[in-house]
């Protein structure tokens, strides 16, 4: 029993532990200098950060020099408080923390008592300062706005300058292929992609994504172009941040479903134009992505808890039902040719050859008369491999050897659910 108490104390030590550090690469910090009407430091004056999200307030004075800092701060809204004897109370709101760097809000104080107040609402171009790196974010309210096409946030990177590659609208709901932006122009497969901080990306397969993301957990993005510091080496081209939400202090909470349907397209000029009976609807489609995210503060009973609102919770799932039929086309044998007749390329301008072609028998080398094979002569295997091919589309309208226009099923979907999005729509989760 002393084991598994102990077992179970040091698990929970060190979840509590792991929650402590999570992505403390990605914290920032809010710094500045309080200053009276003339210049001089104020010292001792009283600070306080509230996260406009969780409420959580971070709390310190200014030092000798009229300095304060407050580090470890997740990237949000804040609101800058400062206090001193003798001195109206400064008030700034919406300053913007972006992670990884810090936002500089120097207060000066007017002359007054604590009672009087200065309320500022900070400007969008508020300064972020840490290094000399080069980088630009993609905010949550350009996320949230945004008709993302399959909503893939791995393509959101597309909005800031010096980022090439394809365009945002491309349907690319679940991947990221061959690391896919230029950076500065830099190669598609050196660019570093994180995810709060961990790397994103496969050890091979030319540094491929792992996976998707899903838009609704995003906070924001950040893009690092050039002089990041040490800790984003392993890569020669940008640095590509993602940086995920967490909980506040009210509950929030999402719903969604996004559908794609064949019963929706219209069909296309050369599937029309085939006569096939089975090309007059578009091509077989579906596609449906569905979640939820959620998040909120926990509550403890207070016995248990002395200091409130300092636990959230954010999950968010989504799932992805995709089924196509792909529309190719090709060269078919023609009907005679499944049951042995190649009289059709004895013409020297058949489509299927550039010049005159004869069968000949393999027992004497003699060319079968008219090019046709006797019924008795019919290879079992080669009707077998015959029947394998599609057949030749009626009133095929494309050119030269090309006879066959052919609709596919996605052959990484397994063979019930091909059978059943033919009939009942049936689908899987990938």
């Known amino acids: ?40 430091a104020i010292v001792g004056a009283s600070v306080s950060i509230q996260s406009e999200t969780t409420a959580t307030t971070a709390r310190m004075k200014t030092n000798e020099s009229g300095y304060y800092q407050a580090p470890n701060l997740v990237s949000a809204l804040y609101t800058v408080e400062v206090e001193a004897p003798g001195f109206k109370k400064f008030s ?76 945002i609208a491309s349907f690319d709901p679940d991947g990221l292929g061959n690391g896919g932006f230029t950076v500065n122009g830099g190669r598609t497969d050196e660019n570093g992609i994180t995810v ?32 990041y510091a040490a800790e984003y080496g392993r890569a020669s081209g940008g640095q590509l941040r993602y940086i995920t939400k967490s909980g506040g202090d009210a509950f929030h909470g999402a719903l969604w479903e996004y559908s794609k349907n064949d019963v929706l397209n219209a069909n296309t000029w050369a599937r029309n134009r085939s006569g096939d009976p089975t090309h007059a609807k578009p091509t077989p489609y579906r596609f449906n992505e569905f979640g939820y995210a959620v998040g909120g503060p926990v509550y403890i009973p207070k016995k248990f808890n002395t200091e409130r609102n300092k636990l959230f919770f954010f999950s968010s799932i989504q799932f992805i039902r995709w089924h196509q039929y792909s529309t190719s086309s090709g060269t078919v044998p023609s009907l005679a040719m499944r049951q ?34 006797p019924k008795n002569r019919l290879s079992l295997n080669g009707v077998g491999l015959m029947s394998a091919y599609p057949v030749p589309t009626p009133n095929d309208i494309s ?10 099923p996605d052959p990484a979907l397994g063979r019930e659910e091909l059978e059943g999005l033919g009939q009942a729509g049936q689908s899987v989760v990938s």
């Open 1 to 40: 029993m002393w084991k598994m108490r102990n077992s179970c104390l040091s698990l929970l030590t060190g979840m509590l532990l792991a929650l402590n550090l999570h992505a403390q690469l990605d914290r920032g910090a809010i710094s500045g200098f309080v200053t009276d009407p003339s210049g001089a």
């Open 92 to 167: 700034e709101t919406h300053v913007k923390l972006d992670a990884a760097s810090t936002a500089t809000v120097n207060v000066t104080l007017s002359v007054g008592t604590i009672s009087d107040s200065i309320d500022v609402v900070a400007s969008s171009a508020q300064v972020q300062s840490d290094t000399a790196q080069v980088g630009r974010v993609v905010e949550n309210k350009q996320i949230t706005d945004l008709t993302l096409n399959g909503r893939n946030p791995l393509y959101l990177p597309l909005l800031l300058a010096g980022v090439n590659g394809p365009s």
């Open 196 to 227: 709060d901080g961990a790397q994103a990306l496969r050890t091979r397969a030319a540094d491929a994504i792992l996976g998707t993301l899903n838009v609704d957990t995003i906070q924001e993005v950040q893009v690092l172009t050039a002089n």
């Open 340 to 373: 042995g007749d190649f009289s059709e390329v004895l013409s020297a301008t058949n489509k299927f050859f550039d010049k005159s072609r004869t069968i000949t028998d393999p027992l004497n080398n003699a060319v079968f008369p008219g090019n046709i094979i």
């Open 399 to 408: 050119t030269g050897a090309t006879n066959g226009f052919v609709s596919m």
